[in-house]
T-cell receptor, first 114, second 110 residues
Framework: DAMVIQNPRYQVTQFGKPVTLSCSQTLNHNVMYWYQQKSSQAPKLLFH???????NEADTPDNFQSRRPNTSFCFLDIRSPGLGDAAMYLCATSPRGTIQETQYFGPGTRLLVL | RKEVEQDPGPFNVPEGATVAFNCTYSNSASQSFFWYRQDCRKEPKLLMS???SGNEDGRFTAQLNRASQYISLLIRDSKLSDSATYLCVVNSGSNYKLTFGKGTLLTVNP
């Protein structure tokens, strides 16, 4: 089945140790998004790619970077994770990013920072 | 004022009850509106889009009032499986970006 896949589902890292989360999609969607969701809070958009064009949200910390080597894959790199970065990280896609479109979410990666 | 605000909840209702959630949004240029459902420790999943004329999908009815910048979701004949967090989601007025409310937690009790 076409879907959005995230690996790993759970990730434990140490304070300050770089970590990479991955997302892949078989939907052939142009737009891929990364969200951060902390407990009892709304998902917060970090950045998105429209095809190869990267769009960073103004309040996304520099500690967060992203790569999209091809249509199917997108990575979230956290260069120096802090305790406050522990959260669920959600990848989502949409076909063309038009106003009427909804987004399709992967199952998320829950990050724990020790 | 937050971009998307929802009833704080939580809502605890018995099976078979009717429950309504409300949501307001601040950006008058918003053009698309959705309700998502999120189960505990899972990803958000689209429940339904919300159209100007109002729309119904089985036990679920969504309404949009553009003049008041208000969205609602009505669930009739609640089931245990309806227990989840319901997220109000609004297109911010530009392409790509959806803005999520914090969600309202619903627990349906036997």
């Amino acid at each position: 089945d076409a879907m959005v896949i995230q690996n790993p589902r759970y990730q434990v890292t140490q304070f300050g140790k770089p970590v990479t989360l991955s997302c892949s999609q078989t939907l052939n969607h142009n737009v891929m998004y990364w969200y951060q969701q902390k407990s009892s809070q709304a998902p917060k958009l970090l950045f998105h790619y429209y095809d190869k064009d990267f769009n960073n949200e103004a309040d996304t910390p520099d500690n967060f970077q992203s790569r999209r080597p091809n249509t199917s894959f997108c990575f979230l790199d956290i260069r120096s994770p802090g305790l406050g970065d522990a959260a669920m990280y959600l990848c989502a896609t949409s076909p063309r990013g038009t106003i009427q479109e909804t987004q399709y979410f992967g199952p998320g990666t829950r990050l724990l920072v020790l | 004022r937050k971009e998307v605000e929802q009833d704080p909840g939580p809502f605890n209702v018995p099976e078979g009850a009717t429950v309504a959630f409300n949501c307001t949004y601040s950006n008058s240029a918003s053009q698309s509106f959705f309700w998502y459902r999120q189960d505990c420790r899972k990803e958000p999943k689209l429940l339904m889009s919300v159209y100007s004329s109002g729309n119904e999908d089985g036990r679920f009815t969504a309404q949009l009032n553009r003049a008041s910048q208000y969205i609602s979701l009505l669930i009739r004949d609640s089931k245990l499986s309806d227990s989840a967090t319901y997220l109000c989601v609004v297109n911010s007025g530009s392409n790509y970006k959806l803005t999520f409310g914090k969600g309202t937690l619903l627990t349906v009790n036997p």
